[in-house]
């Protein structure tokens, strides 16, 4: 799930984080019309800090909205809905995959396509968390404070398999233009072996994830106004400009054009890691 910064607030985690933390995106939005923000499918699990009030998730069934201090979102292949008043404020932090065992001893796929409420996993985590980032006025005071409770917790011995870590990275190394079958050749297992292990620990399969890390690089260039819609399908490995439309509409709901008109927070400007993560973990 994305944010978003206007003024681009991006700052990397500290070194000893890097493997598993892509980087801090502090908000702080206002001015824009009362309405919904899109968070989008990406390569990153999103965890959101929330500053002065809580975030509000919205549930499509019911229109009814969901308030959080501490948000964890994991890999998804839907949007997700923030509701906001023309006012938001917080930081996410941008979790590689990987991450999830590190910090709280479990995989990723417990977490894929639904948020949860962090205190529900880790309270003494989540509590100290949003309290030290609340508590500090300066954005560089809040991410030292991140990093701080972040290094204590992390645990380096808890990963998941080699081969499925490899995977992972040859699918976000090649923008997700690599084929399944060359990946599952490379690690040494069967296509369908691959598969198994990828969706156990990530709750999706390789080929939904290339499709997600395809589709971040173009929402990413999208909204600089650069290029165009084809150029842009083109550059990132679609057929053509139509087969980039349809991702759009399965993932966010409608096309490029009119996910920009509708949403004022990502029209001004999007921020944060791609789908490719943090930069150690692709060495």
Known sequence: MSAVRPDGLVRAPHPRLRPYVGDYVGYDIAGVPAGTHLGLPSGMLTFIVALDRPLLQVDEATDGADAYDVLLAGLHLRRTLIRHDGAMSGIQINFSPMAPRALFGIPAAEFAHHSVDLARISRPLTAELHERVNRETEWSARFAAIDDVLIRTIDDANRPRAEVVAAWHRIIGSHG??????VADDIGWSRRHLGSQFRSEYGIGPKDAARIVRFDRA???????????????VDCGYADQAHLNRDFREFVGLSPSRWLAADDVARRHTAGTDSEGPASARD
């Open 177 to 182: 233009g690599v084929p399944v079958s060359l």
């Open 219 to 233: 929402r990413r260039l999208i909204p600089e106004g650069r290029a165009s819609l084809a150029e842009i399908a």
